[in-house]
């Protein structure tokens, strides 16, 4: 199993639109494309950022081909429209993982 994980910082004064976004818009289109087979949200409780809220969307996938798919075929374009709503509130980085055990 992989694990294509977003790290997010949110700036405190967009938290409630953009939590609303991500679980009503973002991350349903996101599953929408096929490549992943399951999803988390999760937020960062400690250590505690020095500004901001952050959260970790994980979405899960068989293999690293559908990952990658999903990166060249339809990231670009789910990454501009989040970049275009919340501009520089966001900061995002991206890593992947694979289960172990």
Same mark, same amino acid.
């Given at each position: 199993?992989?694990?294509?994980?977003? =790290?997010?910082?949110?700036? $405190?004064?967009?938290?409630?639109?953009?939590?609303?976004?991500?679980?009503?818009?973002?991350?349903?289109?996101?599953?929408? =494309?096929?490549?992943?087979?399951?999803? $988390?949200?999760? $937020?960062?409780?400690?250590? +505690?950022?020095?500004?901001?809220?952050?959260?970790?969307?994980?979405?899960?996938?068989?293999?690293?081909? +559908?990952? +990658?798919?999903?990166? $060249?075929?339809?990231?670009?374009?789910?990454?501009?429209?989040?970049?275009?709503?919340?501009?520089?509130?966001?900061?995002?980085?991206? =890593?992947?993982?694979?289960?172990?055990?």
């Amino acid at each position: 199993m992989i694990i294509y994980n977003v =790290t997010l910082n949110i700036d $405190k004064s967009i938290i409630d639109e953009w939590l609303e976004y991500m679980i009503y818009t973002h991350i349903p289109d996101v599953m929408k =494309t096929g490549m992943f087979t399951d999803h $988390k949200l999760l $937020k960062l409780l400690h250590p +505690e950022p020095d500004e901001g809220v952050t959260y970790a969307i994980q979405y899960f996938c068989k293999t690293q081909q +559908e990952l +990658e798919e999903y990166q $060249k075929n339809f990231a670009p374009a789910l990454q501009n429209e989040h970049i275009e709503k919340f501009g520089e509130k966001v900061f995002a980085f991206r =890593t992947v993982l694979e289960t172990v055990e």
